[in-house]
């Protein structure tokens, strides 16, 4: 452990100068990626999921899983981009400002239909109205990192990451939507 100098100088004697000062904290890189690019493909089905809103003038908030794959991106180095293929609408009750989902029945076939197409959950997205300088509720956010938490899996670093992504449809000025793209931070995923 380095001494503290005491006598620094250009007159800060009475400080202690950083410089001279034992590190207390080390910051590493984190040695993986999470996904960095969302491809959504099948704008049909994309069009009936977020048409219905906008034609009830974004009354009715509503809730979909996305299912695709996981690709590599070459414009990053050992990160991924969320391919998504199709949704999946479960039954849900919403109003103007939540989504309320409800008993699925079908929740082992849809599994099992996914599982046999080799498609995987990646993400989940919902429809809410705009709010002003908030990217995600403070209930979003949980409800983000207990489904990032859910899908996790360990990486060749040994670490335990998500690769989960949480996509926001807002109206915009103009009468259509813009779809934002989240992650929550590892620490936040972790408090959960």
């Known amino acids: 452990m380095k001494e503290v100098k005491k006598n620094c100088p250009k007159g800060l004697q009475e400080m202690c100068c950083n410089k001279w000062m034992s590190p207390n904290t080390i910051l590493n890189r984190k040695t993986y990626r999470h996904v960095e690019n969302d491809s959504f ?13 906008i034609k009830d003038f974004f009354k009715t908030q509503r809730m979909a899983y996305l299912f ?31 989504i309320i989902p409800q008993p699925d029945q079908d929740v082992f076939l849809i599994d099992r239909i996914t599982k046999d ?10 429809t809410t109205l705009k709010e002003e300088n908030v990217a995600l509720t403070s209930y979003n956010l949980r ?21 989960f992504v949480t996509c926001v449809a807002r109206p915009t000025d103009k009468g259509e939507c813009e779809i934002d793209i989240y992650m929550v931070s590892d620490m936040c995923q972790a408090y959960i």
């Open 41 to 53: 493909l099948n704008k049909e089905e994309w069009d009936q999921f977020l048409n219905p809103w």
């Open 143 to 163: 409800k983000a990192a207990k489904l990032q938490q859910a899908y996790t899996f360990t990486h060749p670093s040994r670490f335990q990451i998500s690769r």
């Open 68 to 98: 695709g794959y996981y690709a590599k991106d070459q414009n990053y180095k050992d990160c991924a981009r969320a391919v998504v293929e199709t949704l999946y609408i479960p039954p849900q009750f919403g109003d103007r400002t939540s």
């Open 117 to 126: 197409l080799i498609l995987e959950c990646v993400g989940l997205i919902f």
